[in-house]
Nanobody, 117 residues
């Protein structure tokens, strides 16, 4: 069973920065496409960014130019550097691993990010 553990959330003022990290336990980390999602209070879970096994990246329009996703295959980690944070970025951020062969997905428990105005 794959386990994902996020860390790095917290409270920050608008314009500030946070760095989220996700550690993936288990073997064959390279077979997983890694994603970050977020869920604002009372809203659905939304896609934020993804990085595949060769490092190709994609972002939601709302975070382009402010967020950077990266992965370290040797350490089985994925990070999300969040700059110029806005109150609208507040929510629970989830790490997601998707097996690129089977499509099976795994989720972390989430980490809270609060951006004050």
């Amino acid at each position: 069973q794959l386990e994902l553990v996020e860390s790095g959330g917290g409270l920050v003022q608008a314009g500030g920065s946070l760095r989220l990290s996700c550690v993936l336990s288990g073997n064959l980390y390279s077979i997983y496409i890694m994603h970050w999602y977020r869920q604002a209070p009372g809203k659905q879970r939304d896609y934020v960014a993804r990085v595949n096994f060769v490092g190709a990246k994609d972002y939601a329009d709302s975070v382009k130019g402010r967020f950077t996703i990266s992965r370290d295959n040797a350490k089985s980690t994925v990070s999300l550097q969040m700059n110029n944070l806005e109150p609208e970025d507040t929510g629970v951020y989830y790490c997601n691993a998707q097996n690129r062969y089977t499509g099976q997905e795994y989720w972390g428990q989430g980490t809270h990010v609060t951006v004050s105005s």
